[in-house]
């Protein structure tokens, strides 16, 4: 018993003596989603009476962003068009747009140059109160119904489906 014991839970899994050296496990790689959100999404704050701790460890994101000094700066770039597209940052579309052109990340030179085909628009979408939201609600809506009565019945049923009951 004490040999299988040894061998099953010991550092080496090898047979034998237990070292006593037992390294714990590499953390798990993070998925690209929750890597995603963990950039995007703000730090929480700290409780203002004191309790948090002094050496709190950093965030996973500050700690991605110190490691890779090309992200740190692709993000500096990226995260001044999220404050515009929640507009928290008072600043044009267009100046961010030749701020990334200038960035010398690739992926943002190329996201920039689609934006720039379109500018009117995407201007348009980041200033104007309007929204078409409202219409891709009924699209979405209409679509699903079509969807669930998919091979079963005829345009009466799906015109009174479809019609609202205000």
Do not use: H
Not at 120 to 137: D, I, R
């Amino acid at each position: 018993m004490r040999r299988y014991v040894n061998r099953t839970v010991g550092s080496t899994g090898r047979p034998g003596r237990r070292t006593g050296e037992v390294k714990p496990p590499p953390p798990p790689v993070p998925s690209a989603r929750k890597l995603s959100f963990e950039l995007v999404c703000p730090p929480r704050s700290k409780p203002e009476d004191g309790t948090a701790e002094q050496n709190a460890e950093p965030r996973l994101a500050d700690r991605i962003l110190a490691g890779i000094p090309d992200l740190a700066k692709a993000w500096d770039v990226a995260s001044v068009l999220v404050g515009v597209i929640r507009k928290e940052v008072g600043q044009p579309p267009s100046d961010w747009l030749t701020r990334a052109e200038q960035s010398g990340v690739s992926e943002l030179k190329s996201f920039a140059k689609g934006l720039r085909e379109d500018e009117s628009a995407v201007a348009a979408a980041l200033t104007k109160p309007w929204s078409n939201g409202q219409v891709e609600g009924q699209v979405n809506r209409l679509k699903t119904i079509k969807r669930s009565m998919y091979g079963r019945a005829g345009w009466r049923l799906l015109r009174a489906r479809v019609k609202r009951k205000d």
